[in-house]
């Protein structure tokens, strides 16, 4: 018996739905995970996914009461806890997971939200951005994702769907993108984006293109200058989008997380170039920190859930 | 004797400095005003407004008390009370706003902030935002200034300087700005920057120019297609920055405020024609509200200025 606090994260991706049990420092036990994609309906899926987290609460009964569920997945709304049609789950339908997980476990306090902002809190709880009260969390993955935090709480909007900074249009009439709109900065700056400035840059010089964004990152720390070159044009995009967003929030700091932010400072050198001489003059005083994130290989997207609940 | 909370509210503004008493239900008594112009330094100016506080809470006494002093001015930063060489003032230089009163009031809770902030605070006290607690009032004179409420609270970042929404550039390369860059918002949007467009316009038809926002307005209304035209272009500019910003916090209403929203549908339909167009497609199911603000015709500094208190 211990009187420290637990909660149970939940991570649920497109493959794999990771879970375990999180204490109020960051340990984590009894980490287990099932395959997203092997369910047929997403009725089938909580069930099963709500098996196993009865387990985990039956066996943790004899010590401190776990406080609640937090549940990090892609496109979710924090105010509504449902998922409408999210692009990374086997499923497109709209789903009200908060809800559904409530009904089965009974009694324990259920909180659901994106991945970004769930990261954004982990960093908050366990990482970083510990003792920081305004602050950005960049996920740069398949498309690029925001958890904003302004006077110590997470900004929600009031549709719960702030924070989509992947969508600021960052070329008008450029790349296409998945929401049906042009240019927008994902398109340029998430992992997928960077590959598409890779093979123009390499195709233009008859070089064979890097087909993952982690190939890039390893060229560029032998030295490779078309390497470089990706980064730089993607940095440039990135930075200056940055900063056009820190005019609206003016965070202490800037956290970089995902696949992309593997790269560092090859991304992170040419982005800060690109913000900082894309920022007001107002705020060179005191210009944001930028981080990477500490969970980037810790179970991030669990803590982060767990910490929804803390 | 009655039980209701009390404030001073204060307004400083490049020309007069106007200040009243205030309640929690925003009726306002005991107004009065100098001219910020007329003291050589800030340490006169301070000593003159103090004097006339003064003169306020002696003559209140006997009423319950005044819980403290709002002060909005230009480019008062919050956090510190400062304000730093604000371009819209007598006196260019550093002004520890808020220690110099405070010294002064002893005993009194005095709080500063931007005219922009006050005005989002007056919103949600007195205005068309109660019960609001995510949106964003945005002001239209000489420039183009921002106030942004997020979980009920202002965000004021982490140095105190966030929602400078008028400097975010709108057009690369544009028109210049006072800040020393190009194409920011306000160089198109603001009361300034919406005459050197009719100026553009009326001269390529070899017209006179309009040489205010209300001529612009006066002739809108009377049918003037070039006036129209004027509008078209600006809430153009202004519709689509309105929808980057939209993205990182998603507010239930854009609250418009100053000089330039005085022009209301004229500008307000083509801005939101604009800003639906740029709009990511998660938003169209709750876009928010366009509204003009309630207090824009009332002294609107002077409750914001109080809000601060309350």
Known sequence: MNDKKYAIG????????????????GNISREQRIRTDSFATPEEFVNGLCLHLQSILDQHKARSPIRGIGIGAPSANYHTGVINGSANLPWRTFIPLRDMVAAQMVGMHTVVTNDAKAAALGEMQFG???????????????????????????????????????????????????????????????????LVTAQKIMLANKLTPFETSQEITDAAMMGNPMAMEIFNQTGKVLGKILAHVHTVISPEAIIFFGGLANAREYLLVPTQKAFEEELLFVYKERKPQFLISALQHKNAAILGAAALVF
């Open 10 to 25: 939940v991570d649920i991706g497109g493959t794999y739905t990771k879970f375990a049990l999180v204490d109020e420092d």
């Open 128 to 194: 970083v951005a510990k003792g920081m009260k305004d602050f950005m969390v960049i996920t740069l993955g398949t498309g690029i994702g925001s958890g904003i935090v302004s006077n110590g709480q997470i900004i929600y909007g009031h549709d719960g769907m702030a924070g989509e900074v992947g969508h600021i249009i960052a070329k008008p009439n450029g790349r296409p993108c998945g929401c049906g709109r042009k240019g927008c900065l994902e398109t340029y700056a998430s992992a997928t984006g960077i």
